[in-house]
C-alpha cells in the first residue's frame, strides 16, 4: 500500500502561511484524488480538503475556505496544501492520504490503512 509522507509544518504566527508537501514515499505514482486531513489535540481527525486526481476538482470544509489551497504537481509526485491567514484553531498534525471515493467535501475520506506520521502545525504568536 502506498504510503504518503507529510512535510512542511511548523511554528507559524496568527496570519502567516504554511504550505504543506504530500509525496509518496517510494518510487510509485500519485495520481488518485488525495485528501487533507488534520488532528487537533484531543479532538477527532477530520477531513479538511481534498483534490482530484487530475486536479481539476478542488474541495474545502467551510473553516479554511477562502484561506487554503490545494493543488498538485503529477508530474513531480506531489501534492500542495497552501494555508494562509492561519488562524490558532488551526493547529493540528496534518496528514494527507489516498482518498476514498470522489472528492467531495462533505464526503472527506481516507482510505483505511492510509495514514502516514503527519506533520505538525501549529499557530500561536
Known amino acids: 500500500q502506498v504510503q504518503l509522507v507529510e512535510s512542511g509544518g511548523g511554528l507559524v504566527q496568527p496570519g502567516g502561511s504554511l504550505r504543506l508537501s504530500c509525496r509518496a514515499s517510494?518510487?510509485?505514482?500519485?495520481?488518485?484524488?488525495i485528501g487533507w486531513f488534520r488532528q487537533a489535540p484531543g479532538k477527532e481527525r477530520e477531513g479538511v480538503s481534498c483534490?482530484?486526481?487530475?486536479?481539476?476538482?478542488?474541495q474545502y470544509i467551510d473553516s479554511v475556505t477562502g484561506r487554503f489551497t490545494v493543488s498538485r504537481d503529477n508530474g513531480k509526485k506531489v501534492v500542495y496544501l497552501q494555508m494562509n491567514n492561519l488562524k490558532p484553531e488551526d493547529t493540528a498534525v496534518y496528514y494527507c492520504?489516498?482518498?476514498?471515493?470522489?472528492?467531495?467535501?462533505?464526503?472527506?475520506?481516507?482510505?483505511?490503512?492510509?495514514w502516514g506520521q503527519g506533520t505538525q502545525v501549529t499557530v500561536s504568536s
Open positions: 492520504a489516498p482518498h476514498a471515493g470522489p472528492c467531495r467535501s462533505d464526503r472527506l475520506a481516507a482510505i483505511p490503512g492510509s
Open positions: 517510494r518510487n510509485t505514482e500519485i495520481n488518485y484524488a
Open positions: 483534490i482530484s486526481s487530475s486536479g481539476v476538482v478542488t
